[in-house]
């Protein structure tokens, strides 16, 4: 009987990018180690005005892209 692939399933939350980094270098090992992976960022839960008071970070958001599934 064959071996069952493993499903792993990476759930992330990034505000800057660093963390996302690593997330995807998670997935990517989990790949190539045979598995099936899926990759979910966490949305951004503050509001418009908790953002406008952090520089960058409304650009940040804006520049993701919210599906990141491979």
Do not use: C
């Amino acid at each position: 009987m064959p071996e069952a692939k493993a499903n792993i399933l990476v759930v992330f939350y990034s505000r800057d990018g660093s963390v996302e980094a690593l997330a995807r270098a998670v997935s990517e090992g989990a790949r190539q180690a045979g598995a099936e992976v899926r990759l979910r960022r966490v949305p951004d839960l503050v509001s418009p005005d908790v953002m406008a008071k952090v520089p960058g970070w409304e650009e940040r958001r804006r520049q993701r892209n919210h599906t990141v599934d491979r």
